[in-house]
């Protein structure tokens, strides 16, 4: 028997847990034409949520992702690129294709592309004095056009969306976005990110261009009875029995049902033919500090000493009453030198807030940070 092997990427099929609810909802969004904009913290699944949707939705995708770029010259490409992707998935005539598109196009220029299913249409822009922004909003027009010609709809998932606030702030890429996609009927998108701050300062300021313009789903972690059958199905098939109470709870106990870790956790143990223990995941979890302790100590290597002793207090469960007396004099830190570092950490998605309380997000580097004896 082949051992089961659960992704630490895109979860598809069988590996795809619950997130029912949400599922509906994308799905509904698309066939509606309403569209979406997904926020969570990273790795919580927002991809594989935004795959499935599409995928039962049957219509015509592309994704673009918007994680390296680093102008708005290279948006504009990325976006470009998945107009261009899409036209080519719901027409395989080049000809016709351009004869739908000829009388919209007036930045931008069509040429044909020879590919293994044959030529298809290509837009470039011609003219270097053109902004990112008009040859993005031109692309979606065009798209908008050939849909409503061919009676048919398309889904364009924008992952990492955040990033034309990081690199291309003030080039009106988002105002020509919304210009469009506010009259579209046929187009769906859906808008995703690793950077909760910034997504909901885009979406939800009402100041900036794609205020409202968005249904938002915001993903959660998936619940301890949600993960429990959804196991007990894997560990029946790969034992033919299912795992020791003592496991599972050491398991959700070390991953705090975050998927990532949950798959990390699980992938490492059905790799074992014979019924693992509770050392078993002991072991599991601390090789999975060793491997991943330096990455995830540089993510924080810009902080400062109050970050890094706020980040650290958190960690070790003084997770409220952060500028009171005692904490404020024990860690010899100054009250407004905390609250700056405390939404430092909350926007960068290190921690978030719960009631009066202050959780880490990421339950291994809780677990390294645990190691550490300042408190």
Known sequence: MQPISFPLGIA??????????????????????????????????????????????????????????????????????????????????????LGLIKDYIKLLKPSFEVSTHGLKIKLERTDKSTSSANNIREALQILECVLKKKSTSAVLLIDEFQEIQRVAPDQGIEGAIRHVLQETKNIAVIFSGSHRHLLKNMFNDRSKPLYRL?????????????????????????????????VTEKILSYSECHAYYFNALYEKLFSHKTLPNGVTVDLIWNDLILLKKKDLLRETKEFNITHKKVLVAIAH???????????????????????????????????????????????????????????
Request: aromatic share 10%.
């Open 12 to 97: 598809e099929g069988h590996y795809f847990c619950n997130r029912k609810l949400e599922t509906k909802q994308l799905i509904r969004n698309i066939q509606q034409g309403t569209h979406t904009v997904l926020i969570s913290p990273r790795r919580y699944g927002k991809t594989s949520l935004a795959y499935k949707a599409i995928k039962e939705s049957k219509l015509p995708n592309a994704r673009v992702d918007l994680f390296m770029t680093t102008n708005a010259a290279e948006i504009e490409r990325a976006i470009i690129d998945g107009v261009n992707n899409l036209l080519s998935l719901v027409s395989n005539n080049a000809e016709l294709l």
């Open 214 to 246: 968005c249904d938002e789903i915001q993903l959660d972690r998936i619940s301890e009875e949600d993960y429990l059958p959804f196991i007990d199905k894997f560990s029946h098939k790969q034992w033919g029995k299912g795992l020791p109470k003592a």
């Open 317 to 375: 469960g003084i997770d409220h009453e952060l500028t009171g007396h005692t904490f404020l004099s024990y860690a010899d830190l100054a009250g407004s030198s905390v609250l700056r570092a405390l939404e430092y950490l909350e926007e960068n998605d290190f921690i978030e807030k719960r009631g009066k309380r202050y959780y880490l997000i990421d339950p291994l580097l809780k677990a390294i940070l645990n190691q550490l004896t300042y408190f």
